[in-house]
T-cell receptor, first 112, second 111 residues
Framework: QKEVEQNSGPLSVPEGAIASLNCTYS??????FFWYRQYSGKSPELIMF????GDKEDGRFTAQLNKASQYVSLLIRDSQPSDSATYLC????????????FGAGTRLAVHP | DTGVSQDPRHKITKRGQNVTFRCDPI?????LYWYRQTLGQGPEFLTY????????KSRLLSDRFSAERPKGSFSTLEIQRTEQGDSAMYLC?????????FGPGTRLTVL
């Protein structure tokens, strides 16, 4: 079992729709959860982080965390073609220092 | 530009050669990380510095890899006797707390 799992996609949504990206993790002691956006050929860009159960909203993005189910998600409202990218879920585990464990990413395609 | 910078951005080398990459973190960040990313995968942790101390190193990292952060500012990552399997994007990130910010990466191609 991988430590952080994501559906590789592609997830295709029409412009203006809500895109829902999901991630599960195996380390029950994980404390911090991050979403990064990565355009093709570029480096990851931090877009959201969440530490507590529940929802956290930032503009068109909402991160949701359920520690009991070991599940974290990212919702993108009013999706735009410029949101087309790979979205990486990352988890800071309970062991070691501050290293992040990444999923393989979900590719999102927003079509006009 | 006050973000993380990396140099070079691209490196092509022949198998068996040594290569060195540099990372300059965001100036006030005392934590620095190296990751490696291959196509279709997420970044994979290599090593972590807090100030000048190397506090964690991936067990997957072979002895051919070494990293330094001599004065707690910039860091270098050296790969000795490169192999074709070392071809990847090498990413540096820095942080002051939990949130890590990535540099543009160095893309290494080993022929």
């Amino acid at each position: 079992q991988k430590e952080v799992e994501q559906n590789s996609g592609p997830l295709s949504v029409p412009e203006g729709a809500i895109a829902s990206l999901n991630c599960t993790y195996s380390d029950r002691g994980s404390q911090s959860f991050f979403w990064y956006r990565q355009y093709s050929g570029k480096s990851p860009e931090l877009i959201m982080f969440i530490y507590s159960n529940g929802d956290k909203e930032d503009g068109r993005f909402t991160a949701q965390l359920n520690k009991a189910s070991q599940y974290v998600s990212l919702l993108i409202r009013d999706s735009q073609p410029s949101d087309s990218a790979t979205y990486l879920c990352a988890v800071r585990g309970s062991g070691g220092y501050n290293k992040l464990i990444f999923g393989a990413g979900t590719r999102l395609a927003v079509h006009p | 530009d006050t973000g993380v910078s990396q140099d070079p951005r691209h490196k092509i080398t022949k198998r068996g050669q040594n290569v060195t990459f540099r990372c300059d973190p965001i100036s006030e960040h005392n934590r620095l990380y190296w990751y490696r990313q291959t196509l279709g995968q997420g970044p994979e942790f290599l090593t972590y510095f807090q100030n000048e101390a190397q506090l964690e190193k991936s067990r997957l990292l072979s002895d051919r890899f070494s990293a330094e952060r001599p004065k707690g500012s910039f860091s270098t990552l050296e790969i000795q006797r490169t192999e074709q399997g070392d071809s990847a994007m090498y990413l540096c990130a820095s942080s002051l707390s939990d949130e890590q910010f990535f540099g543009p990466g160095t893309r290494l191609t080993v022929l």
